[in-house]
């Protein structure tokens, strides 16, 4: 089920408002179509991963796994992101999270997914401003870069792009169709038509298109599809603590704050953890006493043997101690086609101005 199913009842209200939503998010995307408002360059590549819809379909998961095999592939990369609610997100400095060689930054500074992609990614600086271009601009005279990764990156026009990486939800790639707040969508599905490349997550069997609702909105743009796995444990401290074969057996209580938190859920089980207690948090959570008590109730109630949540979470959590032993779960992305990775940088290779 789509996490942004808002109830039957306000229908009446909510359609006009996704009207005049549509209307204000199709005058924007044709100034930028026409050049009325022209997008800015950097002087090297830029990948643009994002979605359609409002949270849930992966991004932060799939931009490490971009950033980690393109690294491996020869390339230099940096990442640039707004930060989620980060404090100081409208100044005019560029918050380093990362250079590649020092954490900087705090999830209060920087956001939860900037400072868990900079902790994942040794070597590959993370920076933060609302105008990437800002961003990337100071990377290029600061840093030994060559590839830039947008995170969140598709509807942010104002950066031209050489790839445009589409993420759509594999079970609901539309939602319930609707534009804000009538539904999930950022933008009319025919913006599809700009992404160069697709990628279906969470799907449990390989697939190279698209359901046909979604399919005429993106004639021709190649498919990919992929799943994700639990990779293995974290420590408090987001240091490798291991397979999840460690707590095989184990009693578990398991919280996050995600779009979409059963996703997390379902996952675990599926690895054979026996979960018994699952708390379900805001997306961007922030772990205050009334949280954190609420787990420690939690542990009180269950007697579990170990608490599991997400790296996500873990970069918000203060230090211990906790009432048992506590390990996040890394996730990783799987994509089922082997060539995707070629697809990918074959785009970043030639240059596509306008995208």
């Not at 070629?342 to 970043?348: G, H, I, P």
Request: net charge positive.
């Amino acid at each position: 089920m789509n996490p942004y199913a808002p109830p039957a009842a306000l229908t009446p209200v909510l359609r006009p408002a996704a009207w005049i939503y549509g209307l204000a998010t199709e005058w924007r995307n044709r100034r930028y179509a026409t050049g009325a408002r022209p997008a800015e360059r950097l002087a090297h590549p830029v990948l643009a991963v994002g979605n359609l819809t409002v949270g849930g379909t992966g991004k932060t998961p799939v931009v490490a796994h971009l950033a980690a095999e393109l690294q491996r592939r020869g390339w230099c990369p940096a990442i640039l992101s707004r930060g989620y609610r980060r404090q100081g997100e409208r100044g005019e400095a560029v918050a380093v999270v990362s250079d590649g060689a020092t954490l900087r930054l705090g999830p209060e500074d920087a956001g939860d997914e900037p400072v868990l992609l900079a902790r994942r990614l040794p070597g590959v600086p993370v920076l933060c401003h609302r105008r990437r271009s800002i961003a990337g601009r100071w990377a290029e005279a600061n840093l030994a870069v060559n590839l830039f990764i947008l995170d969140d990156g598709f509807q942010h026009r104002a950066l031209d792009r050489d790839c445009n990486l589409l993420l759509l939800d594999g079970a609901e790639p539309l939602g319930n169709g609707r534009l804000l707040p009538a539904g999930p969508l950022r933008e009319h599905p025919h913006g599809m038509r700009r992404a160069d490349l697709i990628l279906l997550t969470r799907c449990t069997a390989p697939a190279a298109a698209l359901p046909p609702d979604a399919a005429r909105h993106a004639p021709g743009v190649p498919v990919f599809s992929s799943d994700f796995i639990p990779a293995g444990l974290v420590d408090g401290d987001g240091r490798a603590a291991g397979a999840l074969d460690a707590i095989q057996g184990c009693r578990a209580v398991a919280f996050c704050g995600l779009a979409r938190p059963e996703t997390f859920f379902r996952m675990l089980e599926s690895a054979g953890i026996a979960l018994v207690s699952r708390l379900a948090f805001a997306d961007h959570q922030t772990y205050d006493a009334a949280a954190r008590e609420r787990i420690a109730a939690a542990c009180r109630c269950d007697a579990p043997d170990v608490l599991l949540t997400t790296e996500k979470d873990l970069v918000k959590l203060p230090p211990g101690p906790w009432p048992c032993l506590l390990r996040a779960v890394s996730i990783a992305v799987r994509v089922h086609q082997p060539g995707w990775l070629d697809a990918v940088e074959a785009r970043l290779t030639t240059r596509q101005p306008g995208k």
